[in-house]
């Protein structure tokens, strides 16, 4: 008898234990403490023109993001500078007249990076305002990555484009919130890592941070030091870098992981 009940009682410790794993990893705990790198932001200093990190707790890797309005860009000489990634756009929907567009440049640009050596993200700049747009716009992403690897991220773009004529401007949080959780678990249900893209005002106030927080964060700041103190896994840091191999001002990006 005195067996059973030890037996017993392990099974209900393992279930415990069980349980408590669960929560832990729904609250994002884990996310927050195995996944994200931690960092102190005042650590983050500017140098020839890139962000740097002088803690030994995280690692930066740089990089970029690009679209048609960078043009031609030279990939191999992009590759002789110290940027490792790019983002590039697959396309956006228009902001006030809401038709979905491809990026001219982005077979263009996913291939030449590759053949460089530079691994790619993507991202969609949407204006979508249903459930149903978004979905196309998710889907339009899909056939267009179809067939290249992807490294990075896709991300989801939206911002206000026009204060007085843009589509999106009558969404409510929760709206935009939930259009940005779609495209996320769209793009994680085809193998893909998701992400959202957005400045503090967009992030704490246009979405329900709340319920956005356990999702990788493409945190847009153009500052030396980051204002953001909740966790981001990247950081566009400026919109007028430049980087040997593009003629234009281009946005610099830096990606955080856990030094080893």
Known sequence: MRRKRIRYDRVFL????FLILVTFLSAGIYRMWFYQAPRDNSLFYMDNGFIN???????????????????????????????????IRAGYRGGIEGLQHQDEYFDQNMQQAAAN???TGVYFYSSA???????????????????????YPIAFDMEIYDEVNGRINSL????????ALRFCEIMEENGYQSMIYGNL????????FEEIQDKE????????????????????????GQIDGISTNVDM????ERAK
């Open 117 to 119: 050596g530079i691994k």
């Open 53 to 87: 990190y002088s803690g030994e707790d995280i690692e930066l890797i740089h990089g970029i993001d690009v679209s048609s309005h960078q043009g031609e860009i030279d990939w191999q000489r992009v590759a002789n500078t110290p940027v490792e990634f790019a983002m």
């Open 172 to 179: 409510t949080m929760e709206e935009k919130t939930s259009f």
């Open 129 to 151: 305002i249903t459930m149903e747009e978004l979905e196309q716009d998710a889907q339009l992403v899909l056939d267009m990555v179809s067939g290249y690897q992807i490294d």
């Open 14 to 17: 393992l279930m415990v234990i």
């Open 201 to 208: 005002d967009w992030l704490y106030s246009h979405l329900n």
């Open 253 to 256: 990006n830096v990606w955080l």
């Open 217 to 240: 964060i493409w945190y847009a700041a153009y500052l030396s030091i980051p204002q953001m103190n909740d966790e981001f896994r990247m950081w566009q840091y400026t919109n007028t």
